[in-house]
């Protein structure tokens, strides 16, 4: 099993997450109440829907990691999963973007950003051991 699947099984099993298909098409994807919160696009990239207030006030911490990748003018953040440490990381992003959007939900009426897997064609696409 891939450090991805790994961590999808485990986020799978938070009572706040089910699986679903992601918008963009390409992979495996879990989303909250109010929408999709993480995409798995290969055995080693996910891209996190963490919003904008969310990055700019942890933007210091997310760089300093050389796993998290952010895209200026993007909501969304790309972690790489290497390690099982990217995991843990990846845990408490997720945790950090689900109660970014429940204090500071997106209104109905604002459409949803993209992920940032249509940025970057040169990333593997791989199965995650499964559909």
């Known amino acids: 099993m891939t450090l991805a699947a790994r961590a999808l099984a485990q986020l799978a099993a938070w009572p706040d997450l089910s699986e679903a298909e992601p918008s963009c098409g390409v992979g495996r994807a879990l989303r909250a109440a109010d929408g999709e919160i993480v995409h798995f696009h290969s055995d080693d990239h996910v891209d996190l829907y963490l919003t904008a207030r969310a990055i700019k006030r942890f933007e210091e911490h997310l760089t300093a990691t050389t796993a998290v990748q952010l895209v200026p003018g993007s909501q969304w953040v790309t972690l790489r999963i290497d390690v099982s440490a990217d995991i843990h990381l990846l845990m408490t992003l997720v945790s950090l973007a689900l109660q ?9 009426d604002v459409p949803r950003a993209q992920c940032n897997d249509h940025l970057s064609s040169a990333r593997p696409r791989e199965n995650l051991g499964g559909g």
Do not use: G
Request: aromatic share 12%; net charge negative.
């Open 100 to 108: 970014a959007h429940q204090a500071w939900p997106v209104p109905d």
